[in-house]
Structures are given as structure tokens and as C-alpha cells.
């Protein structure tokens, strides 16, 4: 059920929503809201209060505004700042707060819930506020309240701890302003300020009369006698001013055409003491013909004891002519919006589409469900429900696919009055999905990165540390100090080696990392490596085998090393004692190709693709048996891609791996 329009509210309802670091950002934004501007606070930060404790508690200390909390069936009051509780989420209702329990432990975009509910409910009265957070929650109801003809506030960016949040709503251009949070209040005081400005009674009057002037019908009120005393809105199409003494005699002003008519209604009137009305009155002047209606109501003034007539003149061409003018009005606005709208009949045969459908939709006539494959199971059952019902929807989510086009829409409809039709909402929400995708996926690579770093800087450091108090207790001479020494060495050069991959790894992000191409003998810088690693190949009991051809190479022999070490490294790490490792290099089709193959674990099909993403191992377990941060693999795709040459993989489980280098003979990048 569509929620009721909140009539009995304050002049302005303010939505904020916060996430991670939006508490000192609260902190600032309530120190500075306005304390009589009539505006409704409610804040909504969806942290649990182990992470922040009560909020109520923390931010009334720096308001000059009540500050409460939300319970059941809450209604906001002006000039008050109300919080919704941890882990809930709200709407608003009928003029009052109702709280979402989670579910499953977690409410999916609280801010965006909150927000939605408002626009519908205050509408152009709505403010919106995004402050810090993660994700992209709040920037879809940012949208809505703009839609509804409210104004949106997105926190500064660059004043956010976590800036997500402020940066998702103002790349999908769902934010009026951008403040820092100590400015946002000054701003609403500043907005009520505007508001209130000038004196209420002067403006209705302005107001009125320009309303009166352009839109009111034509009037006039005339005596017992027929003399004019007063005149409303544009009278000329139907009197004419006349000099002498008949200059306010209504019945000699009248132009031909109506003049009769006028003086017909109005003696019935003054005889009868009632209402009479003429319709369909031809009336021309010069080359414009006039259908008017003519209505006469006698008016008693009670304390004076008199009566008179007010004569109202209703053009149907100037009524016909402003129904043209909201009509286009009404299109050019549907024109401007940007998303996709259509409206179908009972049939659901298309009937009218705005600009927005057409570019989506290349083919636009017929059954909408035509146009492409639609995947949402009983769509045609729930939009024909909704134009049976009158009931509309919204969030209908649905795959869509046009030959090769594919989209994620979330569709609305609303059936139209006075006509078995529907309007249809399309909205792509396509690109707000990647974005989570994409944060969703930079934060598993952020705890993946966190929880490797975590284990494997530990390790050396935990050799150094047992090994430098083993030394406390030895004598000079003990021979144990110098296995001591050459462990600790070996463990600071381990540590070492990982700063440097992951400075290498932040440096390839961000094209920094220097590679140096020159001239040069690559059979021998692969030798040279299979020599360096061949003792760590006898300590696992593998046999390399190698077969270099002669080759030279334009390449940065300190990153071809690299290569060449992490692959062979790699292989060695995931191959079982007993196991073969084959290296090859050789000049083939315009390419030097360097091939490594082991006959280790191999790789599941699912697998395969992870490859060379970073902190990402075969090995998944806790335990990371193998140790390693997993970024080896994606610095080589990196490093191939700098040398212009392409990297794959081969993999089966349980029957070895290989991996495949191409670089281009004679350049790089």
C-alpha cells in the first residue's frame, strides 16, 4: 500500500545516512543544524553499538536539539533529531517511523529503505544527506527524493574517513550539493532563511494575484441594477468599456453574441433568486470564434442586507487550449526524465514511450514483453495484476537480453486513471550492481591481502625473534652462533624479499614500476636462475630439466629474471617430492617462448581462472601450507604485459601445470 503523504509535518523532514567513519562527521553536522527552522532530523548509521555505542549518547552533547531515539510507531517533531536504533532499519509511514527488524542479521541498504519512504511520503519537503561510509547504500534513495523534487547534501569526499559512500552518489549525479559536514547545517539554516524571507501574507498576496490574472476564469460581479462592481481576470473577450454614462452598465458593455444570453441569465436570476447557466454560447471576434459557457449566482451580503450577482465566463477554447499547454508541459517533462517509461494497453501493446525507451530499445511497437527476452518468471501474470487491481509495484527485478545486449533492469508500474493502461518504469540498475561487484571485490582482496601479509611477515619475524633470544644464551665461542646468525640473515632477506614483491605489486597498479628494456642474452639469464634455484629443487627431491635454445631478446634482464624465477618457484612450491620440472625457451613464429611445466598438484577448471589474480593460492586453507603472499603470479602477468607478450596456463588436477610466455622478438614496452 502506498504510503499517505505526511500533511501534518514539519516545513522541512531531513534524511542522514551514515556508515563506517560517519560518526565524526555527525558530530560536526549537528553542532551547526538550525534550532527553529521547523525542520525534523533522523539519522540513520548502520554500525552495531559495539562499534560505536549508543548514538543518542554521543551526539546530544553537541546539539542544541533534542536528541531521541526511535521506538515503535515514532512520530518526528520539528526542531528534533531522531535516531533510528541500532541494527534496524526504518520508513516512514502515516507521519510516523516504522522499524525494520534484519534479516538474517543484516538489513540490504538500510539508508536507501529510509530514504525511498521519505521522498514518497514528504516529497518536495525531503532532504537527503549522505555522510561517510563504505558501499554504495544511499545514493538509490538520493535519486528518489530528487525525483520527488527534494534536495540531496553529499559529505565532501575528501572530509569522509570512508569516502564510498559520498563518491558512489555523486558519480550516479545524485547529489545537489557538496559540503563538508560543518558546512551542511549553516547550508539548511541558510535554505530556511530563503524560505522564509519574505512576509508570508505579502507573498500569498503576489501569488494570488498572478494566479487570479493567468488561470481563474473570467468574472465579474454586478448589482440589482446590472452595474458592474468588480472585475476578475482577462473580461475583455466578453465586455467591451463603453464612455458616458453607461460605462458601467454590464448589459450595454456585453459584445454582440452574448449580450443577449447576459441578459437573459441574469434577469432569471434577480427574479428567481437562483442559478442560472447558459452553455454553448457562440462568440466571434474578428477572425476567432469563442464557445463559451456563462454561469450567474446571486451572492447576499448578510450584513449589509444587499444582494448581488457574480457572472462567471468559461471559454472552452482557453480550457482547451491550457489542457494543450499541461499536455506538452506533461511530455516535455517525461521527455527530460532519464529513465525509460512506457505506457501499454490491456494487452500490453505498446501505446507511447519517452526518448529514454527509445534508445533502449531499438524496436518499440507491439507486446513490450516482445522486445527482447524478458527473465523474470510470471512477469506478463504480475503487470497484467497490477492493471486488473489498480495495485502498481516497484523493485521488480529482471535479466534482459537483446542478442548480444544484456541488462539488469528493476521495473515499476502504476496503472493510469481513466484508462485501462499502465505506466511502466525501467530503470538499468546494471551499473549500481558492478560497482558493489567491484567493491565486493576489492574488499576480498583487502582481507585476502591483510591475511597473507599478516601470516607471512610473521614467519621471518618469528625466526628472528626465537633465534636473537636463542643468542642471549650462548657463548661466544658456542657453535650454535653461527647457525644462529646465518638463520636470522636468512629470515631478514625472506622479510625483505616480501616488502619488495609487494612494493613491486603497488608499483604495478599504478604503472610506476620500472621496467628498462635492452638487448640481451635471455638463454642465459633463464641458466642463471635454474642454477639459483637448483638447491631448492634437490632440498624438495625434484629433477629440472631444461631445454634452452639460443635466444636473444629486447628485455629488462632484472624483470625477465623476475619472471623466470616466480614461475620455476612456483613450480617448484607445488610440485611433490619426486616430481619433474621442464623449462624450455626457444624462438618460434616471431616470438621467444618460455614454457615451464611440473607435474605437481595442477588446478581445478575453477581454479584456472583465479590464476593470476593477487593473494589469491590454490592453497585456500588457513593453514596456507605453502606459504606465499600469491602475488608472484599476478607481478609476472603484469611484467609479460610491460614486454608486450601475453602469459597462459594449463592446468589439470592432479596431473601438473604449465605455463606459457610469448614475448615479441625484437620489442617491448
Given at each position: 500500500?502506498?504510503?499517505?503523504?505526511?500533511?501534518?509535518?514539519?516545513?522541512?523532514?531531513?534524511?542522514?545516512?551514515?556508515?563506517?567513519?560517519?560518526?565524526?562527521?555527525?558530530?560536526?553536522?549537528?553542532?551547526?543544524?538550525?534550532?527553529?527552522?521547523?525542520?525534523?532530523?533522523?539519522?540513520?548509521?548502520?554500525?552495531?553499538?559495539?562499534?560505536?555505542?549508543?548514538?543518542?549518547?554521543?551526539?546530544?552533547?553537541?546539539?542544541?536539539?533534542?536528541?531521541?531515539?526511535?521506538?515503535?510507531?515514532?512520530?518526528?517533531?520539528?526542531?528534533?533529531?531522531?535516531?533510528?536504533?541500532?541494527?534496524?532499519?526504518?520508513?516512514?509511514?502515516?507521519?510516523?517511523?516504522?522499524?525494520?527488524?534484519?534479516?538474517?542479521?543484516?538489513?540490504?541498504?538500510?539508508?536507501?529503505?529510509?530514504?525511498?519512504?521519505?521522498?514518497?511520503?514528504?516529497?518536495?519537503?525531503?532532504?537527503?544527506?549522505?555522510?561517510?561510509?563504505?558501499?554504495?547504500?544511499?545514493?538509490?534513495?538520493?535519486?528518489?527524493?530528487?525525483?520527488?523534487?527534494?534536495?540531496?547534501?553529499?559529505?565532501?569526499?575528501?572530509?569522509?574517513?570512508?569516502?564510498?559512500?559520498?563518491?558512489?552518489?555523486?558519480?550516479?549525479?545524485?547529489?545537489?550539493?557538496?559540503?563538508?559536514?560543518?558546512?551542511?547545517?549553516?547550508?539548511?539554516?541558510?535554505?530556511?532563511?530563503?524560505?522564509?524571507?519574505?512576509?508570508?501574507?505579502?507573498?500569498?498576496?503576489?501569488?494570488?494575484?498572478?494566479?487570479?490574472?493567468?488561470?481563474?476564469?473570467?468574472?465579474?460581479?454586478?448589482?440589482?441594477?446590472?452595474?458592474?462592481?468588480?472585475?476578475?481576470?482577462?473580461?475583455?473577450?466578453?465586455?467591451?468599456?463603453?464612455?458616458?454614462s453607461s460605462a458601467r452598465d454590464v448589459l450595454a458593455m456585453a459584445r454582440e453574441g452574448i449580450a443577449a444570453e447576459l441578459r437573459d441569465a441574469l434577469e432569471r436570476a434577480?427574479?428567481?433568486?437562483?442559478?442560472?447557466?447558459?452553455?454553448?454560447?457562440?462568440?466571434?471576434?474578428?477572425?476567432?470564434?469563442?464557445?463559451?459557457?456563462l454561469d450567474v449566482t446571486p451572492v447576499r451580503d448578510i450584513a449589509h442586507g444587499t444582494r448581488q450577482f457574480l457572472v462567471v465566463f468559461e471559454s472552452i477554447v482557453d480550457?482547451?487550449?491550457?489542457?494543450?499547454?499541461?499536455?506538452?508541459?506533461?511530455t516535455a517533462i517525461v521527455e527530460a526524465v532519464p529513465t525509460p517509461l512506457a505506457v501499454v494497453d490491456d494487452r500490453l501493446q505498446i501505446v507511447s514511450f519517452n526518448r529514454?525507451?527509445?534508445?533502449?530499445?531499438?524496436?518499440?511497437?507491439?507486446?513490450?514483453?516482445?522486445?527482447?527476452?524478458?527473465?523474470?518468471?510470471?512477469?506478463?501474470?504480475?503487470?497484467?495484476?497490477?492493471?486488473?487491481?489498480?495495485?502498481?509495484?516497484?523493485?521488480?527485478?529482471?535479466?534482459?537480453?537483446?542478442?548480444?545486449?544484456?541488462?539488469?533492469?528493476?521495473?515499476?508500474?502504476?496503472?493510469?486513471?481513466?484508462?485501462?493502461?499502465?505506466?511502466?518504469?525501467?530503470?538499468?540498475?546494471?551499473?549500481?550492481?558492478?560497482?558493489?561487484?567491484?567493491?565486493?571485490?576489492?574488499?576480498?582482496?583487502?582481507?585476502?591481502?591483510?591475511?597473507?601479509?599478516?601470516?607471512?611477515?610473521?614467519?621471518?619475524?618469528?625466526?628472528?625473534?626465537?633465534?636473537?633470544?636463542?643468542?642471549?644464551?650462548?657463548?661466544?665461542?658456542?657453535?650454535?652462533?653461527?647457525?644462529?646468525?646465518?638463520?636470522?640473515?636468512?629470515?631478514?632477506?625472506?622479510?625483505?624479499?616480501?616488502?619488495?614483491?609487494?612494493?613491486?605489486?603497488?608499483?604495478?597498479?599504478?604503472?610506476?614500476?620500472?621496467?628498462?628494456?635492452?638487448?640481451?642474452?635471455?638463454?642465459?639469464?633463464?641458466?642463471?636462475?635454474?642454477?639459483?634455484?637448483?638447491?631448492?629443487?634437490?632440498?624438495?627431491?625434484?629433477?629440472?630439466?631444461?631445454?634452452?635454445?639460443?635466444?636473444?631478446?629486447?628485455?629488462?634482464?632484472?624483470?625477465?629474471?623476475?619472471?623466470?624465477?616466480?614461475?620455476?618457484?612456483?613450480?617448484?612450491?607445488?610440485?611433490?617430492?619426486?616430481?619433474?620440472?621442464?623449462?624450455?625457451?626457444?624462438?618460434?613464429?616471431?616470438?621467444?617462448?618460455?614454457?615451464?611445466?611440473?607435474?605437481?598438484?595442477?588446478?581445478?577448471?575453477?581454479?584456472?581462472?583465479?590464476?593470476?589474480?593477487?593473494?589469491?593460492?590454490?592453497?585456500?586453507?588457513?593453514?596456507?601450507?605453502?606459504?606465499?603472499?600469491?602475488?608472484?603470479?599476478?607481478?609476472?602477468?603484469?611484467?609479460?604485459?610491460?614486454?608486450?607478450?601475453?602469459?597462459?596456463?594449463?592446468?589439470?588436477?592432479?596431473?601438473?601445470?604449465?605455463?606459457?610466455?610469448?614475448?615479441?622478438?625484437?620489442?617491448?614496452?
Open positions: 500500500m502506498r504510503p499517505v503523504r505526511w500533511d501534518a509535518a514539519p516545513q522541512r523532514i531531513v534524511g542522514i545516512g551514515a556508515s563506517t567513519g560517519g560518526l565524526e562527521a555527525l558530530r560536526l553536522l549537528v553542532a551547526g543544524l538550525p534550532h527553529d527552522a521547523g525542520m525534523s532530523f533522523v539519522i540513520l548509521q548502520h554500525l552495531p553499538p559495539a562499534q560505536m555505542g549508543p548514538l543518542a549518547t554521543l551526539l546530544g552533547p553537541h546539539s542544541s536539539l533534542p536528541v531521541v531515539e526511535a521506538g515503535p510507531r515514532h512520530r518526528p517533531r520539528p526542531d528534533t533529531i531522531v535516531i533510528v536504533p541500532a541494527l534496524v532499519g526504518a520508513e516512514i509511514h502515516d507521519g510516523a517511523i516504522e522499524l525494520r527488524p534484519l534479516e538474517g542479521g543484516r538489513l540490504h541498504h538500510p539508508i536507501d529503505l529510509l530514504f525511498a519512504s521519505l521522498a514518497q511520503v514528504a516529497g518536495d519537503r525531503a532532504i537527503g544527506i549522505v555522510l561517510s561510509g563504505t558501499g554504495s547504500d544511499g545514493t538509490y534513495g538520493l535519486r528518489q527524493i530528487l525525483a520527488a523534487g527534494g534536495s540531496t547534501i553529499v559529505q565532501e569526499p575528501a572530509t569522509a574517513r570512508f569516502d564510498e559512500m559520498p563518491r558512489s552518489a555523486i558519480a550516479m549525479n545524485a547529489a545537489t550539493l557538496v559540503l563538508a559536514p560543518g558546512d551542511i547545517g549553516r547550508e539548511l539554516a541558510s535554505l530556511h532563511s530563503r524560505v522564509a524571507a519574505r512576509h508570508p501574507s505579502e507573498l500569498e498576496r503576489k501569488v494570488d494575484g498572478l494566479l487570479l490574472a493567468r488561470y481563474a476564469p473570467a468574472s465579474v460581479v454586478v448589482d440589482e441594477g446590472f452595474e458592474l462592481v468588480q472585475l476578475r481576470g482577462r473580461t475583455g473577450p466578453y465586455l467591451e468599456p463603453l464612455p458616458g434577480r427574479a428567481g433568486d437562483i442559478a442560472v447557466r447558459h452553455e454553448g454560447i457562440t462568440l466571434r471576434d474578428g477572425r476567432e470564434t469563442r464557445i463559451v459557457n480550457d482547451l487550449r491550457a489542457s494543450q499547454v499541461a499536455r506538452d508541459q506533461a529514454a525507451f527509445a534508445d533502449l530499445f531499438p524496436s518499440r511497437t507491439g507486446d513490450l514483453l516482445r522486445l527482447g527476452h524478458w527473465h523474470a518468471p510470471g512477469i506478463r501474470e504480475r503487470l497484467l495484476e497490477a492493471l486488473g487491481s489498480g495495485e502498481g509495484f516497484e523493485h521488480l527485478e529482471t535479466e534482459h537480453t537483446d542478442g548480444d545486449r544484456r541488462h539488469l533492469f528493476q521495473l515499476a508500474a502504476r496503472r493510469l486513471p481513466g484508462a485501462p493502461q499502465l505506466l511502466i518504469g525501467i530503470a538499468d540498475i546494471g551499473p549500481f550492481r558492478e560497482a558493489e561487484d567491484a567493491r565486493e571485490a576489492n574488499r576480498r582482496e583487502r582481507d585476502a591481502f591483510l591475511g597473507a601479509v599478516s601470516h607471512e611477515l610473521r614467519t621471518p619475524l618469528s625466526a628472528i625473534i626465537l633465534w636473537t633470544e636463542a643468542l642471549r644464551g650462548f657463548t661466544r665461542d658456542d657453535p650454535r652462533t653461527k647457525d644462529a646468525i646465518g638463520a636470522i640473515a636468512e629470515a631478514a632477506r625472506s622479510e625483505t624479499q616480501l616488502v619488495d614483491d609487494l612494493l613491486d605489486l603497488a608499483l604495478s597498479r599504478t604503472d610506476g614500476l620500472s621496467v628498462v628494456p635492452e638487448p640481451l642474452d635471455a638463454t642465459g639469464v633463464v641458466r642463471d636462475v635454474l642454477a639459483s634455484l637448483s638447491p631448492s629443487a634437490r632440498e624438495n627431491q625434484l629433477e629440472v630439466a631444461s631445454a634452452l635454445g639460443e635466444t636473444t631478446l629486447v628485455a629488462d634482464p632484472r624483470r625477465l629474471r623476475q619472471i623466470v624465477t616466480n614461475l620455476v618457484g612456483n613450480a617448484i612450491k607445488f610440485t611433490p617430492p619426486g616430481g619433474t620440472i621442464d623449462v624450455s625457451l626457444e624462438t618460434r613464429d616471431g616470438s621467444v617462448v618460455l614454457r615451464v611445466h611440473d607435474t605437481g598438484e595442477g588446478l581445478p577448471p575453477d581454479a584456472v581462472a583465479h590464476a593470476f589474480e593477487p593473494f589469491w593460492q590454490a592453497d585456500g586453507s588457513t593453514t596456507r601450507s605453502h606459504g606465499g603472499l600469491g602475488i608472484g603470479l599476478a607481478l609476472v602477468r603484469h611484467l609479460v604485459d610491460r614486454h608486450g607478450g601475453t602469459i597462459s596456463v594449463a592446468s589439470d588436477a592432479g596431473h601438473g601445470t604449465t605455463f606459457t610466455v610469448r614475448f615479441p622478438l625484437l620489442a617491448s614496452r
